[in-house]
């Protein structure tokens, strides 16, 4: 992998480069803005797992131009569709071991294996069909983020005050946004004051990633530690909480990044509305609750460090759970591009995929 910089304020989370999937390299910001190059599935596989790109739709997003880049590699060497598929498979299953939560990775895996499942003519064709349905995805995901967007703006009163954990935002999708995206229709209508973003431990999405997009946007963002949250919204600086999620069950069990549980039973307390904000490829309805979401688990480092500054003492054991899981039960509304789904869920949720 190579990385470039980019000294203009546009940014792209994940892109087609040529022959070359093109990520913004998530690790180093706010301080510098660098794009990385992979040119090989496994150099995208790896970027996957070291967090240079990160957010549910976004590991999809790159997993999938990651199998496009890998096929048009090796197709010259390929005698046919058939054989470039069988050369393809083993980077598939590369890409599907990276991270284990965030299921719309598999979704996008799984779109792209359809597609080699039909395999027939010539490799090049194979090769051209892969990258064609991989930027349908991203395509996709961006119209799904602006209808999310509009949809969940529509249930904020004018003037309000978010809350939100981590970052759901452009750089967790392929440029708009799932929370962000709420966050940014309701900019756009004028319903929205201020927001304020969790910092969240240990990987600091929020006060490095959130705080950077909006303030990109003029978009009013205030930073504060995680365990600042619940005093907000008991002193009356929280009128609503929102947040993505990387998989939820049948039931409307979300789960998103660690500490988001406790934000929802901390608005469950005051009585403020706790919003979760997804594609409907983020469900799992092969999950008929969050009990069996595998929880990943992250290394020490990401909280024994901040940079190269050790924070805990050596040899001191450390937990590092990525993500916790939210009940139905402290959720007050599901926001996906088809509408909003209200309790209870699994009807709900069932209803918005039939079309009804």
């Not at 080699?116 to 051209?128: H, K, P, Y």
């Not at 919003?275 to 480092?301: H, M, Q």
């Not at 402290?330 to 995929?353: N, S």
Request: aromatic fraction near 4%; charged fraction near 20%.
């Amino acid at each position: 992998m190579t990385a470039i910089d980019r000294p203009h304020a546009a940014f792209d989370t994940v892109v087609l480069a040529g022959d070359a999937v093109r990520m913004i390299d998530q690790r180093v910001l706010p301080d510098t803005e660098t794009y990385v190059h992979a040119v090989t599935a496994e150099e995208v596989a790896h970027a996957i797992r070291e967090m240079v790109v990160r957010g549910a739709p976004a590991i999809g997003i790159a997993a999938a131009l990651g199998v496009a880049i890998e096929a048009g590699r090796l197709a010259a060497d390929a005698r046919d569709a058939r054989a470039l598929a069988q050369a393809v498979g083993p980077a598939i299953e590369r890409l599907a071991a990276t991270r284990p939560t965030a299921v719309n990775l598999f979704w996008a895996l799984d779109r792209m294996r359809r597609v080699l499942s039909s395999a027939s003519g010539t490799a090049t064709t194979l090769a051209t069909a892969l990258r064609t349905e991989a930027q349908a995805i991203w395509e996709e995901d961006l119209r799904m983020c602006r209808a999310m967007g509009d949809h969940g703006a529509a249930l904020l009163a004018p003037g309000c005050r978010l809350l939100t954990h981590c970052n759901a935002g452009g750089l967790a999708t392929a440029g708009y946004g799932t929370a962000l995206g709420v966050v940014r229709s309701a900019w756009r209508q004028g319903r929205l004051r201020s927001v304020l973003a969790d910092e969240t431990r240990p990987f600091l999405q929020g006060a490095r990633l959130t705080a950077w997009e909006l303030q990109k946007e003029a978009i009013p963002v205030t930073v504060i530690t995680d365990n600042m949250a619940a005093w907000m919204m008991k002193t009356g600086e929280v009128d609503a909480v929102i947040v993505g999620a990387d998989r939820v069950a049948a039931n409307g069990d979300a789960a998103n990044k660690i500490g988001t549980y406790g934000l929802a039973l901390a608005a469950h307390a005051h009585g403020l509305p706790f919003y979760v904000a997804f594609p409907t490829s983020t469900l799992d309805l092969a999950r008929p609750t969050g009990e069996s979401i595998p929880i990943e688990e992250r290394p020490a480092r990401e909280v024994t460090h901040v940079g190269d500054k050790r924070l805990v003492p050596a040899d001191v054991p450390v937990r590092n759970p990525a993500f916790d899981v939210t009940p139905a039960s402290l959720i007050t509304a599901l926001v996906t591009e088809r509408g909003v789904v209200r309790p209870p869920f699994g009807p709900g949720l069932q209803k918005l995929l039939a079309g009804s």
